[in-house]
Each structure stands twice: as C-alpha cells, then as structure tokens.
C-alpha cells in the first residue's frame, strides 16, 4: 500500500512516501528548489518520492496532509470575533486555504497528468497530530507520551496525547494566541534575528547572558494549570496564522511579534546584523531559562496523566536541544524518541504514518531509526559532476578513503564529506556534512571565516562514536539525530575546544556502526591517528539549503575555502598557493599543523 504525505503551503513544504507502513523516502522541497524553507506546493518533493519506489501518482492509494484547516473551527471563529479588526484576514486566510485544499488539481497539475487518473483516498489530519504521529509512529513504543509545541499549526501551539497501540488520543490543546514558540519569535525579533527559523541562532546566545531579566520575562509568560498563558500586551495582535506569511512564491515571513511595551521596559530593540549588546545576551538568556521552565512545567503535567517513561516528541521547539538535554533530570521521562524532522517538514511523515495505522487500522512495523531518507547519486553521476566543475576523479577503496580523510582532518583539513543518501530533517548527519578536527581552538574561526560566515557565539557539533559517549559527555541517553545537548565532562574540555560552548556543553550526534558504517568508520579512524572518537560536524552549506546532489556539493567547495572533498570514493585535494587554488585529486597525505 502506497501513501503519499504531504506538508503543503506552510513553511518548509515536503512529501514523504510510505510502502506498507515503512517510510522510503522524504525530502524537503527547499532541497530540490534550493529556496530556504520554501512554503508553497512541494512539487518537486512529489516527483522525488514517486521515482525514489518506481510508482506513478496513479499507484499511489492514500494522500495525507498533515494540516486541517476546519479543525478547531469553532475556536478561530471566536478569536476572529474577539478581533473585529482580523475579521477581513480571517475571511482570506479561508478562503486561500479552501483553494489549497484541492489536493487531486495540484498533484495533477505538479505532475502534468489527468485528474481522472487519480485514485487515491484524501486524509487531512491536524497539524500537531501530525506532529505526534510523526514521533510516536517512528519510535519503538507501543504505549508512551505525545507532546507537540511550535509557534501555531491549526490554531493550536501546544498538544500533549496519550500515544498507545495505534491510536494517539489528544488529552490537551493550548490555543492561540498563547505559544511558546511565539515566544521565541518575538523575544529573538527584538534582539535582532528577524528571520523565519532564527530561533536556534538564539538559544545558541543565551549562555553568553546574565541572570538580568529572568523575573522580567517570566511575568511574559506565566505557567496554568498544566498549561501556560502568554500576557498578550507585550505582542502585536498577530491573527490567526501567528504572524507568519506565506507568499505566493513560497517565502515564508515573519511580522513584527513585539509591541511598544517591549521597547518600554527594555529599550530599543536591536537592529538585524548590527553589534549585539550584553542587554541582549540577558535578553536571549532569560528568554531560554523561562521557555525550559514552562517546558517542564508541561511535560511534568502530561507526566501525571499519562505516566509513562517514555516520550515521543514533534514540533518546531522540539529542536530546541538545549532544553531537551536537560529533561531527563527535570522530569520523569526516561527516553525520547524526538522526530529528526521536528519541524514542519516532518509532518508530511507523520500525517502518513497516521493514516496507514490509525485510519487504515494496519500494525506497527518499523522503528526509524536513521534519517537517511533523501536521495542518493550513482559513482557515474558523480564522475561527470567532477567533470564538469573541471576536476579529475580518480576512485580509491574504502580502507584507503576513510584512512586518507581521517589523516587529513587529524591534519587540520576542512572537508566536505558527501556520501550516500541525504538526511531527513534540518541536520547534517554524516552524509552531507563539513568535518574538522574537534580539539583545534582557532578550528571554529577557520570555519566561519571560510565556509560557513556564522555569527561568532553559534557553536559547531560533535559527532561521537556513541559507544565513547559516556567517557565524552555527562549524559549517556543516545542523540543520534543532534537534538540534545549535554554537558562536556571537565577533563574532556580541551580535547573538544572546537566544540565545547561557552558553558561548556555540545549539542552532540550519537553514531552507530549500525546505522551509518561509513562515517563511523570515519570517526573510528580519526579515532585510532588522535585517541579523539570525536569529528567536529557542520551542514554542507553556505548560507543556502544543505546540498542535496553532487553538483551544488561541488559547486560549494568550489566556491568556498574547504580543503578537501570526499565525493562517494572519489577525494579531490585543494592547494591554496599564492592566493591561487590549485585543484588536484591525489589521495591526501597528512600535512603537519
Ligand atoms: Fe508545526
């Protein structure tokens, strides 16, 4: 049985297939039309998938989207009267989300095909039900906690469910406007970061606060009964979509979330790009401490309904690895399965998943255990991408591959490391990842200077063979898709400078032989040159969407200053002489730091 998932006009559009209740193949559409967090139709994610099985829209029997727009009607009706002056938007939105609804014209039409030839059953599932599934259906539990949190998906920002069999049953909404992750938005738009997915760049900067404004903005959002309540008199009244546009070509905006008072109480707010002040590292400080407080507060609350030792997790501030690092000692969670793809991406799988087991009835069958979902690229495609940026391949083993690459990042080398399939979800997990040595101290700053041009405070990740974890950081829980960040034991500190934050934790990725062999055999053989099981990790970018295939990867080490790419078998060694960049494509030796 074939079902097609989709996430559809909302941020970071994608489509996922699902073969007898196992997932394929999934990919955000930003990675085909290279457009960040694109939110319109994913019409090149369709295609994707539909090759990825050899299957013609025709064969596909169920379509799922996970988005509802007549869920929680009743409630944005209300809301709408409350606010006469978003009457007029409200009317829009409707009738904008009517015309996207006709899922059949828009696959026809993507897909250039008769409407008459399309079978399928259509499923429209809530968006943060999508969100569970997405987890729950992917872990390997047959009973345990759902909890879903973002900024808004259905006019809900907060869902928490118990999660048994097949079926996940909703204990709990929390409404709009109230959200954590408006929270998020409008505190890190006053600090200066005004981009739709900016939100990591500002837990990132929170260590670098002080314990300034913690009772401040505490009072911004207040914890009830299990729930929370935001005071609306710090936010711009936002309308039903929270504040976040999509455009016609599928830009996803954001509109200023603070109010005057904001600016009352604590000054001008910082203009993107310009010097960040210590008023608002306090800011982005207190802003983390609140969110993790009221984080726990809710989890601890699903805990007493549902007690259960394990959770299943979804939702954009799900990838807020800081607080998900500390919830094994703030609450009686024992293990987390957390969506690699937490975000909106993630709900094309997980309206899918949702209708083969809980609609269709059919049994569980497979863990996800690895996020390798994307497409892969033959050794000749390859060959003719070296080709037409001009380079020579020549192919080594494997034995020979890993050991070269090893010695050149024991060297100090920066290389892009290209490899199998493309992850599922916003990390870079080994296949489409820049690595470097993790104990070099200017390691971060060769980085940002010529590849990756970050801000200065965002740290780079550890990659760990996962069973050295325990000897590296201070919690052993595996986190083999980087959504936690633990603390780095003392004696460790140095040997991971490049990766150690400045309160000394990393947000780590967990590799197993298992489930990725090349890279942990990668990581192993580092390991064996420098007693370091440890590669410092970074997406294959630069300011765009992750590369996806072998030209924009090539593309991007020709454009930047990496030193080295390991494409498939194939390593391409750059020289910088004279300001020059000589290209060859002899096997690396290892050059002294
Ligand atoms: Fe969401």
Redesign the pocket.
Known sequence: MLILGLNMFHADASAAIILDGKVEFAIAEERLNRHKHFGGFPALAVKACLDAVGAKISDVEHVAVGQDSDANLAKKVQYALANPAKILNFIRLRQRKEAMRDVRSLLAKALDVDVSQLRFQEHHLE??IA?IASAYYCSPWDKSAGFSY??S?DFVSTMVARCEGNEIEVLDRVFLPHSLGSLYTMIGEFIGYTNYGDEGKVMGLAPYGRDMFCKEISKIVMQKNGGFQLDLSYFKSLGSNQGMQVLRDGTVRLARHFSDRMEKQFGKPREPHTEIAQRDMDLAHALQHRFEEIFFHLLNALHQRMPADYLAMA??CALNSVANGKLFERTPFRQTYIQPAA??EG?AIGAALHTYHSVLKQPRRVELKNAYLGPEFSDSRIQSALRAGGLESHKVDRARLLDSVAEQIAAGKVVGWFQGRMEWGPRALGNRSIVAHPGLPDMKDVLNARIKHREWFRPFAPSIMADHQHEYFEHDHPSPFMLHVYKIRPEKRKALCAVNHVDDTGRLQSVTREENPLYYDLISSFYRKTGIPVILNTSFNENEPIVCTPEEAIDCFQRTRMDVLAIGPHVVVKSHQNGETALTTSVPKAESI
């Open positions: 968006h943060h969100h973002d900024g998906g939702g954009g975000g909106d709900l």
